[in-house]
């Protein structure tokens, strides 16, 4: 939304940055307040700035490429990681960069079921609509449609959530799983997995995200 820029990453980005890691902290245009996000446009935009880092003056090793992203980042973080399967002339087909895992914290995993359970709500505003009217967007944009990915993923969500239900990890892990997929699911019970919670380096979300980055490194 309107009112959450890169700057929520901010603390995240520096903990990384601190461990080692080259972090390339993304903005794009939000829904609210004539930000002209939403469909497709928030989509362009992230994909955009992935395909964007090949002209990084830096050392970076762009085989190596992880996404994380925390509740609608977390969505478009598996989105992003699904770009290489999207049908020509999509939005963010043909990537140039391909990520190698995909990291969701508190995300918004499943579009569809969202909004299903909350239809005036933000998926209603991204997406223009809901899955029976805009199916064909729902099939691009959804991460749950694109399961399983063929990178690992990390999710991490709070069990009393209010904000994005843990049902929407849930429901992808449920999914990628059935599918032979490769995911990880960590609930993180009580207040210490609030929503913004996972934004916090000294949050309980953020030592296993970490730890499991470390096992890849």
């Known amino acids: 939304m309107s009112g959450y820029g890169k700057v929520v990453m901010r ?3 520096g903990d990384l940055a601190r461990r080692g890691y080259a972090v ?3 903005e794009y245009r939000r829904v609210g307040r004539g ?13 955009a700035a992935i395909d964007h880092l090949p002209a990084v003056r830096a050392p970076l090793d762009l085989a190596r490429v992880t996404v994380l ?3 609608a980042g977390g969505q478009l973080a598996l989105w992003a990681a699904s770009r290489s399967r999207l049908a020509d002339g999509a939005p963010g087909a043909a990537p140039r960069i391909e990520s ?3 990291i969701s914290a508190a995300g918004v995993d499943d579009l569809a079921q969202s909004h299903r359970e909350v239809p005036d709500g933000a998926v209603e505003v991204l997406m223009g609509g809901g899955p029976d009217e805009h199916p064909e967007r729902y099939a691009v944009a959804d991460p749950i449609a694109h399961v399983p990915l063929a990178v690992p993923v990390l999710l991490v969500h709070g069990t ?3 904000t994005v239900s843990v049902r929407r990890s849930r ?3 449920q999914a990628a799983r059935a ?3 490769e995911v990880d699911l960590i609930e993180i019970p009580g207040a210490a997995g609030a929503h913004r919670g996972h934004v916090d380096p000294a949050g309980a979300s953020w030592a296993p995200i970490t730890g499991w980055l470390a096992a890849r490194r």
């Open 11 to 13: 603390g995240l980005a």
């Open 24 to 26: 390339w902290n993304i």
């Open 35 to 47: 930000q002209g996000g939403g469909w497709p446009a928030t989509l362009v935009d992230v994909a």
């Open 69 to 71: 992203g925390h509740s």
């Open 100 to 102: 190698v895992a995909a």
């Open 160 to 162: 009393d959530d209010a």
């Open 171 to 173: 429901n992808y892990a």
């Open 179 to 181: 599918l032979g997929g």
